[in-house]
């Protein structure tokens, strides 16, 4: 989906502004998308930048290489992987759950961004990703934590993670883990509503509460070199 103009932006908040939250029984946007910048992904791509040299040589993604190419250094190549097999820009077409579906000790990294809670099995899915890269390789996954359920996924969205679940299924396959979490109450509350990033001060957006997360940022790395 393409963002609307910033100007666009702009009266949509001037339009819609945000009290009385409590009385809403609508967000005033999907994602926040339509407003700006949706709250979860300036969690997402401060992640991805702060591990850019992770995504090099062999990349694979799922749906797009939007962030291969955004915050890729040094790759070679680019895949897409996708379960939908009307996505003319998957080279791999899988389901991550199912075991062996993913070529083994193939990719230096894997970008797995807001993916496991769609899946039936995130640990097959996660097993299947640690097969997938070569020794010395890297997924950076980030997973929900606070959001809603959109109801056009509603029959596939399945899960919700917390760090210490992202412990558990990483942990179990992979040498090392490191796991973060990103958000507060003001975020995860402006998520909520489908307000943007823009409209929160940004003292508030990048305070961090580990009571209230919005994401979870996963980086783990197959044991090798």
Not at 78 to 87: C, G, H, P, S, T
Not at 89 to 97: E, F, G, N, Q, R
Not at 104 to 131: G, H, K, M
């Amino acid at each position: 989906m393409t963002a609307p103009s910033r100007l666009v932006q702009s009266a949509r908040r001037l339009v819609a502004p945000v009290r009385p939250l409590l009385y809403r029984r609508r967000p005033f946007s999907v994602w926040g998308l339509e407003r700006g910048t949706p709250v979860d992904r300036v969690y997402i791509e401060d992640f991805l930048s702060r591990h850019r040299r992770d995504i090099h040589g062999r990349v694979l993604e799922v749906k797009d290489r939007a962030y291969t190419e955004r915050f890729g250094t040094g790759v070679e190549q680019a895949d897409v992987v996708d379960v939908d097999q009307e996505n003319g820009l998957a080279t791999i077409v899988a389901d991550l759950s199912a075991p062996e579906s993913l070529p083994a000790e193939t990719f230096d990294c894997v970008i797995l961004t807001q993916t496991l809670q769609y899946v039936s099995d995130p640990a097959s899915a996660v097993r299947n990703t640690w097969r997938a890269l070569r020794p010395g390789g890297v997924v950076l996954a980030t997973v929900p934590c606070i959001t809603h359920v959109e109801a056009r996924e509603r029959a596939t969205d399945r899960w919700r993670f917390t760090e210490a679940s992202c412990s558990d299924l990483f942990g179990a396959v992979f040498g090392d883990v490191g796991i973060e979490t990103r958000g507060n109450l003001a975020a995860a509350t402006a998520f909520l509503m489908g307000l943007a990033a823009e409209e929160l001060a940004q003292a508030r957006l990048t305070r961090h509460d580990p009571d209230f997360p919005v994401v979870v940022l996963v980086r783990a790395v197959k044991s090798g070199s």
